[in-house]
């Protein structure tokens, strides 16, 4: 009481000294106070920004009345700006620690930009000041929702799966939207899926709120790695690192970046001067720093595929570039590289395929022209190799070509196998017919010249007799030109 009545005469003594004073404190809050009502209609009238301006007159004329404060901000709320709500609800409980709307706003906007420790302290402040209210019971709900959620976010990041990350942060962000901590950590983990171009829009959206966000620099420096634009990238991590020096996850992917970017380099250096085993090793090596950046490790198989190409190791080549178009489906290299390795390991079926889809992607002249190949060696792998079947090169002349067949004819006439199984004749007996049938298309110049060039050949005349074949080659063989007999010597 003593305290209250000095104050009081204090007070009396001042209007005594300064009556006018207290005329204008007067006018101000009478003015201030007409202003509020105006906004309050515009509030209702749901002209927000109209409102806003009327509530920052009255704070103005009195600053040191809290409704105004606790007005403005349930219309910044309304604007969805949390930030400046959050200032005004706080000041509104400076000016009166009583002031329980003040205190829910405190709880609201504190939940949805994912202040859970200041929305859990604002609720505990209300509940103090009745136990019994109700009015954030919503707020109570939201807030241990978003504790689950963060358990289960922060457990799944840990292990990588970021795609469940992103799922839960959105249920995360429908309970605090304006958390600009979820949005950034979507976005990173948007950058590791290979969605960067909706990961640099939240990151941007981000750096327009706050241009020293060091972790949206990062995230944006992300998105730049995993696009393959490793010197970007770098200048990104490096500039998060001076506005944040302990920022582990930008220090961590500039080491990355340069250890990558050098690798690349000195394999591709390395392939260039002919030393393909060391540069296999090296990009070997480059494969592993990061599983997630799909743009430069496709590049990366892709090289190694066609180093082991130049070295003869076919397959893996062709299990690289397997790998590049699992990633990227468009990579118009890998598919001619594989398909080029199809055909050098005669796989024509394969090889067509590839060459089929390359005509898809991209239709040259180049291109038709290796699948009108391709087709044709397929075609040519589908009938018989008259030169293996008599043992023989492409290039024999006539001479080796009547040599391999006296050779093989000897060897599987039936005569030699009258001795035989049923079964081991019956093979014989079609091995010589095939010898026949070689013998036939590759002593004619005529059809020899269509089969070398992949064109059909008339078809074998169905009761073509290999035995008759026989006797008439080695008739003629003979020099005699007759008929005479022909037996074997054993």
Same mark, same amino acid.
């Given at each position: 009481?003593?305290?209250?009545?000095?104050?009081?005469?204090?007070?009396?003594?001042?209007?005594?000294?300064?009556?006018?004073?207290?005329?204008?404190?007067?006018?101000?809050?009478? *003015?201030?106070?007409?202003?509020?009502?105006?906004?309050?209609?515009?509030?209702?009238?749901?002209?927000?920004?109209?409102?806003?301006?009327?509530?920052?007159?009255?704070?103005?004329?009195?600053?040191?009345?809290?409704?105004?404060?606790?007005?403005?901000?349930?219309?910044?709320?309304?604007?969805?700006?949390?930030?400046?709500?959050?200032?005004?609800?706080?000041?509104?409980?400076?000016?009166?620690?009583?002031?329980?709307?003040?205190?829910? =706003?405190?709880?609201?906007?504190?939940?949805?930009?994912?202040?859970?420790?200041?929305?859990?302290?604002?609720?505990?402040? *209300?509940?103090?000041?009745?136990?019994?209210?109700? /009015?954030?019971?919503?707020?109570?709900?939201?807030?241990?929702?978003?504790?689950?959620?963060?358990?289960?976010?922060?457990?799944?990041?840990?292990?990588?799966?970021?795609?469940?990350?992103?799922?839960?942060?959105?249920?995360?962000?429908?309970? /605090?939207? /304006?958390?600009?901590?979820?949005?950034?950590?979507?976005?990173?983990?948007?950058?590791?899926?290979?969605?960067?171009? @909706?990961?640099?829009?939240?990151?941007?959206?981000?750096?327009?709120?706050?241009?020293?966000?060091?972790?949206?620099?990062?995230?944006?420096?992300?998105?730049?790695?995993?696009?393959?634009?490793?010197?970007?990238?770098?200048?990104?991590?490096?500039?998060?690192?001076?506005?944040?020096?302990?920022?582990?996850?930008?220090?961590?992917?500039?080491?990355?970046?340069?250890?990558?970017?050098?690798?690349?380099?000195?394999?591709?250096?390395?392939?260039?001067?002919?030393?393909?085993?060391?540069?296999?090793?090296?990009?070997? @090596?480059?494969?592993?720093?990061?599983?997630?950046?799909?743009?430069?490790?496709?590049?990366?198989?892709?090289? =190694?595929?066609?180093?082991?190409?130049?070295?003869?190791?076919?397959?893996?080549?062709?299990?690289?570039?397997?790998?590049?178009? @699992?990633?990227?489906?468009?990579?118009?290299?890998?598919?001619?590289?594989?398909?080029?390795?199809?055909?050098?390991?005669?796989?024509?079926?394969?090889?067509?395929?590839?060459?089929?889809?390359?005509?898809?992607?991209?239709?040259?002249?180049? *291109?038709?022209?290796?699948?009108?190949?391709?087709?044709?060696?397929?075609?040519?792998?589908?009938?018989?190799?008259?030169?293996?079947?008599?043992?023989?090169?492409?290039?024999?002349?006539?001479?080796?070509?009547?040599?391999?067949?006296?050779?093989?004819?000897?060897?599987?006439?039936?005569?030699?196998? /009258?001795?035989?199984?049923?079964?081991? =004749?019956?093979?014989?007996?079609?091995?010589?017919?095939?010898?026949?049938?070689?013998?036939?298309?590759?002593?004619?110049?005529?059809?020899?010249?269509?089969?070398?060039?992949?064109?059909?050949?008339?078809?074998?005349?169905?009761?073509?007799?290999?035995?008759?074949?026989?006797?008439?080659?080695?008739?003629?063989?003979?020099?005699?030109?007759?008929?005479?007999?022909?037996?074997?010597?054993?």
């Amino acid at each position: 009481m003593d305290n209250k009545r000095a104050s009081v005469i204090a007070l009396r003594q001042d209007v005594a000294k300064c009556p006018s004073r207290v005329i204008l404190l007067q006018f101000r809050k009478i *003015i201030a106070e007409e202003k509020k009502k105006l906004g309050n209609d515009q509030y209702k009238a749901q002209n927000y920004q109209a409102a806003l301006k009327l509530y920052s007159d009255a704070i103005q004329l009195c600053p040191d009345f809290a409704a105004y404060y606790g007005n403005r901000s349930a219309c910044y709320m309304m604007l969805s700006n949390y930030l400046n709500a959050l200032s005004d609800a706080r000041q509104a409980v400076r000016l009166d620690p009583k002031f329980d709307k003040a205190y829910v =706003r405190i709880a609201k906007c504190c939940l949805l930009m994912g202040d859970m420790v200041g929305s859990e302290q604002a609720i505990k402040k *209300i509940l103090e000041l009745d136990s019994q209210s109700s /009015a954030v019971k919503t707020e109570q709900q939201g807030l241990q929702q978003l504790r689950q959620l963060e358990k289960t976010i922060q457990s799944n990041y840990d292990s990588k799966a970021y795609r469940n990350v992103v799922y839960y942060l959105d249920s995360a962000l429908a309970i /605090a939207p /304006a958390c600009l901590r979820y949005r950034l950590l979507k976005a990173e983990c948007l950058a590791f899926l290979g969605r960067c171009d @909706e990961a640099v829009d939240i990151a941007v959206s981000v750096m327009k709120l706050d241009s020293t966000s060091a972790d949206a620099i990062y995230v944006r420096g992300l998105c730049l790695y995993y696009t393959d634009n490793l010197e970007k990238g770098i200048l990104h991590f490096e500039r998060a690192l001076q506005l944040d020096p302990d920022h582990s996850k930008a220090k961590e992917m500039r080491n990355k970046s340069k250890a990558l970017k050098e690798m690349k380099e000195n394999g591709n250096t390395l392939f260039k001067s002919g030393r393909f085993r060391e540069a296999q090793t090296v990009y070997t @090596e480059a494969l592993k720093i990061d599983e997630f950046n799909k743009d430069i490790n496709s590049k990366l198989l892709y090289n =190694r595929a066609l180093v082991n190409s130049k070295i003869g190791s076919l397959r893996d080549a062709i299990a690289d570039c397997t790998r590049v178009l @699992e990633i990227n489906s468009q990579y118009l290299k890998a598919l001619l590289l594989r398909a080029r390795c199809y055909n050098d390991l005669e796989k024509f079926d394969e090889c067509v395929n590839d060459y089929e889809a390359a005509l898809q992607l991209q239709k040259t002249p180049e *291109i038709k022209k290796l699948l009108r190949d391709a087709k044709l060696a397929l075609k040519k792998s589908k009938r018989k190799d008259y030169y293996k079947i008599l043992g023989i090169s492409r290039g024999a002349s006539d001479e080796e070509i009547k040599k391999a067949y006296r050779k093989k004819a000897l060897v599987h006439h039936p005569d030699r196998h /009258a001795n035989s199984s049923a079964e081991e =004749r019956k093979e014989e007996e079609l091995k010589f017919k095939e010898i026949g049938e070689a013998y036939a298309i590759l002593s004619d110049q005529r059809k020899k010249m269509r089969y070398d060039s992949g064109q059909d050949i008339e078809d074998q005349e169905q009761d073509f007799d290999p035995n008759q074949m026989f006797r008439h080659f080695f008739q003629f063989s003979s020099g005699t030109g007759q008929g005479a007999s022909f037996g074997f010597e054993f």
